[in-house]
């Protein structure tokens, strides 16, 4: 276990370093950030300080060594917009991103694991057959359709939800965050909603399609004989066999939602740091781009880590031991 | 009287799923709709009241109108209205059809087929390969899709190959992850271990033995 971990670090320095050489090289290749960045009217004077203050005078090798050793140091550079740390800029809009995201993540197994076993088990009832139905809506409407539409009916119409912002925050450990509050919630719960909507979807298919797999399957019928309880056999026996690819989709779309969830964060004006992210490749604003992509592979890295071991958790047959290099 | 054993023919798996397709309603509505837009796709240039490609055809007076107007010289009706520039919606929308399919199916066919041969090959392999493979999933999943495609479009210019090519990077590292994720569970079964005894090759196994028992996951993702 702990050599499967120590194993899975170096690999990970390994991709954060091949990670900040495709960006740096990408970025270059997408053109100057001097000519986003500075008026045309300026002079070729003010021009040149300001290529020298950013660095962007040396070969990029050189820059990109300059920039490993600042990393090295923990340090990744100023934000070229906004002269700011690019660390400080994004950890800033961090908290709000990763509580949305959790909380979307959340809604979308607490309703779509339920749900998705109820269509499995009764596959031709009234209620199975529904669920389905609404299922194919979550995939198939565009999120900010459905964002703005939630808007409308329960913010403008009903008057029951706040339509934008984080509401009142609360310090947690020092990191401000809206779920422990009333207004907090309320203002939590759309665009948590919006988002979960097509991992919702998502869970109800794969949980069905797993779930009407698995009680074919031999065990559950030696269950059924051995006198178990319907919802033990179901919410142990099955669910356990078939958590494996839900928790993969589960977790690749909790470190998507992570990363890029500008459209909901959009629709409902949420401080979080999808948004920065297009900004900052707008104006090419490379430390920025850096750090959060940086940032955003270290939580893959991580999310892909805790699911590898839960892999083995759920099924004893997949041993960590035997993915060694 | 000679006694001669009869066989019943035995379904093919082909002709199972085609039965069970069929059987339901909803899945035979919606091939029909697919093939209807299909069709639309491939007969746009027929069916369309207007080509929205060529500009002599268009009249700036016809912009912005509402749908069920008839043009300027009262030609022709605009069932769904026009754009600023004069076109017809409805014209629009079918010959945008060609190309949404034509870059949904592609890039998803080429996705899919990458995504599971190296996600099996990791799931199956193990080892280095596997760690390789997952760290440039890892890589591939954490890369905004604009940033992809806005880097593709400075190093090799315009076109819908270039956006096929986008959506694949994008694409194949989850179809990888999902693929392998079975995998794992699925090489572990008496089956593989019999397969593996009876000495077929690795790729028989993997693409014949294996492939087809990590599928079900991979088609809802896919879908």
């Known amino acids: 276990m702990l050599a499967f971990i120590i194993r899975r670090v170096l690999q990970s320095l390994v991709v954060l370093l091949v990670m900040s050489l495709l960006v740096f090289i990408g970025v270059y290749a997408i053109g100057n950030p001097i000519d986003v960045l500075i008026s045309p009217d300026a002079d070729q004077i003010e021009r040149a300080k300001v290529i020298v203050a950013f660095g962007l005078d040396k070969p990029l090798w050189l820059q990109y060594f300059i920039f490993l050793k600042n990393a090295a140091g923990g340090d990744l550079g100023r934000s070229f917009a906004y002269s700011t740390p690019a660390l400080t800029l994004i950890f800033e809009r961090m908290p709000a991103t990763l509580e949305l995201s959790s909380a979307a993540i959340l809604l979308s197994i607490v309703l779509g694991l339920p749900l998705g076993l109820l269509a499995g088990l009764r596959p031709n009832g009234v209620v199975g057959k529904a669920i389905m139905a609404v299922s194919i809506l979550g995939f198939s409407l565009p999120t900010f359709w459905v964002g703005l539409m939630l808007i409308m009916v329960f913010a403008v119409q009903l008057g029951w939800l706040p339509t934008s912002g984080r509401g009142e925050t609360q310090l947690l450990f020092g990191v401000p965050v809206s779920f422990l509050s009333w207004d907090g919630l309320r203002h939590l719960l759309m665009p948590a909603f919006n988002l979960a909507l097509f991992n919702i979807a998502l869970v109800i298919r794969l949980t069905r399609s797993g779930a009407q797999e698995a009680l074919m399957q031999d065990y559950v019928k030696f269950a059924r004989a051995k006198g178990l309880r319907n919802s033990r056999i179901i919410g142990v026996h099955v669910l356990k066999n078939i958590l494996i690819p839900i928790v993969t989709v589960v977790a690749l779309q909790f470190g998507s939602i992570i990363a890029f969830s500008i459209v909901t964060e959009t629709v409902f004006a949420w401080p979080g740091m999808g948004k920065l992210i297009i900004d900052s490749i707008r104006v090419l604003d490379r430390p920025v781009i850096v750090a959060y992509l940086l940032l955003i592979v270290t939580i893959f890295i991580l999310i892909n880590l805790v699911v590898d071991m839960l892999y083995s958790a759920l099924d004893p047959r997949v041993r960590l031991a035997e993915s060694k290099g | ?46 069916i369309s009241p207007q080509n929205p490609y060529d500009l002599a055809k268009l009249d700036v007076m016809d912009s912005r109108l509402e749908p069920g107007q008839k043009s300027v010289d009262a030609s022709m009706t605009y069932l769904l209205g026009t754009d600023d520039q004069g076109r017809d919606m409805l014209s629009a929308i079918l010959y945008g059809i060609r190309i949404s399919v034509m870059v949904g199916v592609v890039s998803t066919i080429i996705a899919l087929s990458l995504g599971l041969t190296l996600g099996l090959l990791a799931g199956y392999a193990g080892g280095r390969i596997e760690a390789l493979i997952m760290r440039v999933a890892d890589i591939q999943l954490s890369f905004p899709p604009i940033l992809i495609a806005l880097i593709l479009l400075a190093l090799t210019g315009r076109g819908i190959d270039k956006i096929i090519i986008a959506l694949v990077a994008v694409q194949w590292a989850y179809y990888a992850r999902t693929t392998r994720s079975a995998a794992l569970v699925e090489r572990k079964k008496e089956y593989i271990e019999a397969a593996t005894a009876l000495g077929l090759s690795p790729l028989r196994i993997m693409f014949r033995h294996l492939l087809p028992n990590c599928l079900p996951p991979l088609i809802v993702v896919a879908g």
């Open chain 2, 1 to 46: 009287m000679e006694l001669t054993p009869t066989f019943e023919v035995a379904e093919t798996p082909w002709q199972r799923f085609v039965r069970n397709f069929f059987g339901s309603k909803i899945a035979t509505a919606g091939f029909v709709l697919l093939v209807l837009i299909v069709l639309a796709a491939i007969f746009a240039p027929v």
